[in-house]
């Protein structure tokens, strides 16, 4: 015999079928902002199940939220199936069918779980493969765990907009000081115009080069939903062409992996590649080709390299001591990502190979 709980009659008993697709659109959009159909395993889901199936003294216990075609079960304690197909009949609970094939003559006691606005969100149900009696007590307990479950994804909503909010002030900001940084670069490059010496004009300028790589950095972080990391090769792209308007001549990105790298390291990554891309311009001129790729393990790979005189034979980019600012910032920037700085001759036969290798988290 089945024992059944009758699920109260919600909005999709009430309505007509030309009705029905349209409350089942607007149903399907509630669950959906949930993020939790066909999501992992979560401990405090487990435990309400595990719960549920001590008070009935049920070997199975589960608790499924309903998506378009099927029932996902969030939780399944007591059995191995993960979801079920969901039934149509708008006035019977919506594993009726499936619960019928798989568990003849057993017991079934559910209650629905709805949002605030009424939608059937899911359901939570214990199951045993014979026939039982069960209490209002028993009821009742499953009534409150079916709240807590809706309380729990109440919660998890809640997070989720709060973290679409912080997402969007954070853009806000990094947006704030792009323009802030983009407005002190425009000021160094007018006042490196206002200078009457060559030597200060070019020092004003390579210090606007490094204001504005910081300022890219913050475009990035403003025009994409980054979630903590970023896709390093679009911002390298960019990166390159701005570059080719700020300092002239073609900066070449080849053969850049595309993979997402932290947050952290995209500052000093873009840094370094505007102290190398300037280096090149300055003392080697065209072409300039950057390379960054992934290498065995979680290491990564960024070169800059030129084909111009190569580096002089006393020049020895590990020993800091008198090194100009530029090749100090360097090797700041890449112990700053763990990473090893050094330079090479460049394998075509002329010109050099600035290499950063370091690990990607
Ligand atoms: N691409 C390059 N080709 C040849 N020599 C270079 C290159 N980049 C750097 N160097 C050498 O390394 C020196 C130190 O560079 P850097 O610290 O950036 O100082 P700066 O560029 O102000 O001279 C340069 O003066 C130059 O002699
Ligand atoms: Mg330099």
Not at 27 to 34: F, H, K, S, T, V
Not at 145 to 154: F, K, P, S
């Amino acid at each position: 015999m089945l024992h059944l709980v009758q699920t109260p009659p919600g909005t999709r008993a009430e309505t007509l079928p030309g009705e029905r697709a349209g409350i089942e659109a607007a149903r399907l959009a509630a669950i959906e902002q949930y993020g939790i159909l066909d999501t992992a395993p979560e401990p405090a889901f487990d435990r309400i199940t595990a719960l549920a199936a001590d008070i009935f003294s049920t070997p199975i216990a589960i608790l499924g939220f309903i998506g378009a075609g099927h029932v996902f079960f969030k939780s399944h304690h007591g059995l191995d199936a993960t979801q079920a197909n969901r039934g149509d009949d708008p006035a019977a609970p919506v594993m009726m069918p499936w619960l019928r094939a798989e568990f003849t003559n057993g017991f079934h006691a559910s209650v629905p779980l709805h949002d605030p606005d009424g939608y059937e969100l899911g359901t939570l149900c214990v199951i045993d493969r014979r026939s039982r009696q069960v209490d209002e007590q028993q009821i009742r307990r499953l009534r409150v765990l079916g709240g807590i479950a809706t309380d729990l994804l109440a919660m998890r909503l809640a997070a989720r907009r709060a973290l679409a909010q912080a997402e969007i002030t954070s853009s806000e900001v990094d947006h704030r000081a792009m323009n802030s940084l983009q407005f002190v670069a425009s000021l160094l490059q007018l006042q490196s115009r206002a200078s009457g010496s060559s030597e200060v004009t070019q020092q004003l300028r390579a210090a606007a080069n490094r204001v504005l790589s910081v300022a890219r950095v913050h475009r990035t972080f403003s025009t994409q939903e980054t979630a903590g990391r970023v896709p390093i090769a679009a911002h390298l792209r960019r990166l390159c062409e701005e570059l080719s308007t700020s300092i002239g001549g073609e900066i070449r990105l080849e053969g850049a992996d595309e993979f997402d790298v932290p947050k952290e390291q995209v500052l000093p990554i873009g840094l370094i590649v505007n102290e190398l891309v300037t280096n090149a311009r300055k003392h080697a001129g065209d072409p300039i080709t950057i390379t960054f790729h992934r290498l065995a393990g979680s290491e990564c790979e960024l070169c800059v390299l030129d084909e111009g005189p190569g580096l002089s034979g006393g020049f020895d980019v590990a020993a800091t001591a008198g090194l100009g600012l530029g090749m100090k910032v360097v090797h700041a920037l890449a112990a700053q990502l763990l990473g090893k700085f050094t330079a090479h001759p460049n394998p075509v036969g002329r010109g050099s190979c600035f290499k950063v290798v370091f690990p990607v988290a």
